[in-house]
C-alpha cells in the first residue's frame, strides 16, 4: 500500500457524484458527504413484498448509521441482547481471514458467519430454531434492509423465511448464522461444533476445507455504476476509502492508493487521469489489485 494521503476516515460514495478534494502536496481532504449510492434493490422471499438495497463495499465505507444493524448491542453491551428492529436495519457480508479460515465471510463486527450441515441450500432451509436459535443466532433482514457486500459475489446472496416468519439471509443458498460464544474479531470457536457447523466462504462453501474456491462474476455481466476503493488488500479498513459513481470517466481524489475495490459489476481502471495510459478491466470485486498487477495504480475510473 502506498501509504501517503492516508486518511484517518474512509471517504464515502454521495447519492450519484462524490465531492472530494485533495490539497497540494502530499495530503488529502475529507468531503462532505452524503448517504451513499444503492446499486439496486430486490424482493425476496417468494412471497415477501419487503425490499432489500445492496451496496458495494463495507458498511463503514458506507457510513453506517452507529449503533445499528451489525453494530448494534443491548443494555448489557451485547450483540445478542440488540434489538431486533435496531440489528436488522444493515448487515455486511465481508471476505475475510478468521482463525485459520481464509476466506470465510464476517459481519459488520467482524465476528465469523456460519452454515449448518442440517440446513438445505436447494431449496434454502432453516432447521435451527428455538434454543438453537440462541446459541446460532441467524443473520436476519427486515423491510427496507441494506446489505453491505465486499468480496462475496452479490449472485450468491439470497433470503429464504424461517419458521417464526423473520427473513434469514443466505450465502450460496445456505442460511447462514452467527455463534453466541464468538465474542470478538477473529473468533472461531463455532468451527466444526457437532460435526456441522462450519463458517461460510462467499460462495456458500465451508471454511477451512481443502482448496476453497471463491465465485467472480461473468465477464459480460452488469456494468458497474460506482466503486469503493481501498488503500489495504482485501477491503481492510486499516487504511482510508475512497467511493466514486459514474457515469463515464471519474477521476480519482486519491490516486495510485488503491490495493483493493468492491463493485456490483464491471468497471475500467485506468492508470492516468481522465481515462488514459494503462488500464484494467475488473468484473466486480477485486481483494488484491497486486495479484492483477495493478496495485497503486488507479488513477481514473471509467463506468459503462
Known amino acids: 500500500m502506498n501509504r501517503k494521503n492516508v486518511l484517518s ?3 464515502l460514495i454521495t447519492a450519484g457524484v462524490v465531492a472530494l478534494s485533495a490539497c497540494g502536496t ?3 481532504t475529507e468531503a462532505t458527504t452524503g448517504a451513499p449510492t ?3 434493490t430486490v424482493d425476496y422471499g417468494a412471497d415477501a413484498t419487503e425490499g432489500v438495497s445492496f451496496f458495494a463495499g463495507t458498511a463503514k465505507a458506507n457510513n453506517a448509521t452507529e449503533g445499528t444493524g451489525d453494530w448494534a448491542k443491548g443494555e448489557d453491551g ?5 434489538k431486533a428492529d435496531t440489528a436488522r436495519k444493515w448487515v455486511q457480508l465481508k471476505a475475510s481471514k478468521a482463525g485459520a479460515l481464509d476466506p470465510v465471510v464476517v459481519n459488520g463486527a467482524g465476528l465469523t458467519l456460519y452454515r449448518f450441515d442440517k440446513d438445505t441450500a436447494k431449496p434454502s432451509k432453516s432447521t ?4 438453537c436459535a440462541k446459541t446460532w ?4 433482514v427486515a423491510k427496507g434492509s441494506k446489505v453491505f457486500v465486499a468480496g462475496v459475489p452479490k449472485s450468491a446472496v439470497g433470503f429464504v423465511k424461517r419458521d417464526d416468519g423473520s427473513t434469514q439471509v443466505t450465502i450460496g443458498g445456505w442460511p447462514v448464522y452467527r455463534f453466541a460464544k464468538d465474542t470478538k474479531p477473529g473468533d472461531t470457536a463455532g468451527q466444526g461444533v ?6 461460510v466462504t462467499p460462495d456458500g462453501k465451508k471454511a477451512g476445507s481443502p482448496a476453497p474456491t471463491t465465485t467472480t462474476q461473468a465477464p459480460g455481466g452488469p456494468k458497474a455504476t460506482s466503486v469503493v476503493l481501498f488503500d489495504e488488500p482485501r477491503f481492510s479498513e486499516d487504511g482510508a476509502a475512497e467511493g466514486t459513481a459514474g457515469p463515464g470517466c471519474k477521476n480519482l481524489a486519491r490516486p495510485r492508493n488503491a490495493s483493493s475495490l468492491s463493485a456490483l459489476g464491471s468497471l475500467k481502471l485506468w492508470s492516468e487521469k481522465d481515462c488514459k495510459g494503462k488500464s484494467l478491466v475488473v468484473e466486480g470485486d477485486v481483494p488484491d489489485l497486486a495479484a492483477l498487477g495493478f496495485d497503486n495504480l488507479a488513477t481514473s475510473v471509467f463506468f459503462g
Open 9 to 11: 476516515v474512509a471517504v
Open 26 to 28: 502530499g495530503s488529502a
Open 38 to 40: 444503492s446499486e439496486s
Open 78 to 82: 451485547t450483540v445478542n441482547s440488540a
Open 128 to 131: 435451527c430454531n428455538g434454543d
Open 137 to 140: 443466532p441467524p443473520v436476519t
Open 194 to 199: 457437532g460435526g456441522t457447523w462450519f463458517g
